[in-house]
């Protein structure tokens, strides 16, 4: 198979679980890929996903072998996988608005000069630039889509920044040619697809949910920065994602909301909800749910990447719905999860 070949934006957690998880199944044959939704997707493996770029503004990444800087601090996430030296050196890129009032005493700004990235882009064969920068770097999150636009290569924003779900900008990369998808990377079994699936199950069996909430407590940087700079975006783009899961309205609020330092990469999540069944008589769940926030978005990094190098094969541009609906929160039209689940299955399919 050809390789799917990315650019990094963003060498923190995410890119760690990331990279690692590649070196973890790349030595595992189709039927011993545990833990993944789909070990083969199109025909491609995870071992054809190959990492030829990667930028970032942190001192202690910057510079380094990618190998070693997924690992350099304030990464946090857990070791996977022993990933031996790659040969791809982290870029400097533009700080912008990358850090946050919090975050700024956290990441270390390096002192090299910045790289020209759509040079590194064009040099490395980058296909797809693969953003994984902070939630409040929307400023970067944009000078990167441009990069990767003149770049010619594909736009993932893993992100809550507007890119993908923006018209202006899904016109952009149409007008280029190339596909885009976003925003909001979905987790693999992460709050919101748990909460709509729980919400859905109780209206399909008639029950009337009145009220329901969803908080979240993170160690990550990324939930820091939620702290000061992304708490009200992450929350509307959750509270839009799950209020589709129910077909009448209900009081609904979810979103993240704490930093405790000490939980590391771990995220605790707890959900309240509250309804009537039978006889108007009321039922409540109270609920939680512990998840490791960087692994958590490792099997469906690995579908959106395979599904882009499809979108790319096929010369699909602009905004590829299927592709949104199916990984992210908050894609071009907000669709329900059975919905989002036959589309991915028919564009999958389409290939074959
Ligand atoms: N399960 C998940 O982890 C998950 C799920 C959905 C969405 N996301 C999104 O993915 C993104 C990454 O999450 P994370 O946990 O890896 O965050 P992180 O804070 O661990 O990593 C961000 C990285 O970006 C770097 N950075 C900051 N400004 C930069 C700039 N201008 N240029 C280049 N690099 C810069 C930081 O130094 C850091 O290495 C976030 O936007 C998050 O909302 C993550």
Redesign the pocket.
């Known amino acids: 198979m050809p390789k799917i070949k990315v650019a990094l ?9 990331l990279v690692q998880g590649l070196q973890y199944y790349s030595a595992r044959s189709k039927d011993e890929c545990v833990g993944l939704r789909n070990s083969l997707l199109g025909g491609f493996h995870p071992k054809d996903i190959e990492v030829v770029a990667a ?4 001192g202690r ?1 910057v510079g380094r072998d990618v190998s070693e800087a997924i690992f350099a601090e ?2 946090n ?1 857990s070791k996977l996988a022993d990933v031996p030296p790659s040969n791809v050196v982290v870029h ?8 946050g009032e919090y ?1 700024k005493h956290v ?1 270390q700004i390096s002192p090299h000069p910045e790289a020209n990235v759509a040079m590194v882009l064009k040099e490395s064969n980058a296909e797809t630039v693969l ?7 929307v400023k ?2 944009q ?2 889509a441009d990069q990767a636009l003149i770049s010619g290569c594909a736009f993932v924003n ?4 507007f890119l993908a779900s923006d018209p202006a900008w899904a016109q952009k990369f149409e007008v280029a040619g190339l596909p885009i998808v976003g925003d ?4 693999q079994v ?1 709050s919101t697809t748990l909460h709509k699936t729980l919400l859905q199950l109780l209206s399909m069996n008639g029950v009337h949910v009145t009220e329901t909430y969803q908080l979240d407590v993170g160690g ?7 702290l000061d700079r ?1 708490r009200d975006v ?1 929350r509307a783009v959750k509270t839009k994602s799950v209020e589709a899961a129910l077909p009448y309205a209900a009081a609904v609020v979810a979103g993240s909301t704490d930093y405790v330092d000490f939980l590391k ?1 771990r ?1 605790d999540s707890y959900f309240w909800i509250r309804g009537v069944h039978f006889c108007n008589v009321p039922m409540q769940i109270d609920l939680k749910l512990s ?1 490791s ?5 490792g099997s ?1 990094l690995f579908d959106v990447l395979r599904a882009v190098k499809m979108a790319l094969e096929r010369e699909m541009k602009g905004a590829v719905m299927p592709v949104c609906a199916y990984g992210f ?1 908050h894609p071009p039209q907000l669709v329900a999860l059975e919905a989002a689940e036959k589309m991915f299955a028919q564009f999958v399919t389409e290939e074959e």
């Open positions: 934006v963003g060498v923190g957690n995410c890119a760690s679980a930028f970032d503004i942190d990444k304030p990464n996430v400097k890129g533009p700080v912008l608005d990358g850090l975050t990441v953003n994984l920068l902070p939630s409040g770097a970067a999150s000078w990167y893993a992100t809550p920044s909001d990377l979905i987790d992460g990550g940087t990324e939930s820091m920065d939620t992304t992450k990469n995220r998840t926030d960087a692994p958590n978005a469906v929160k």
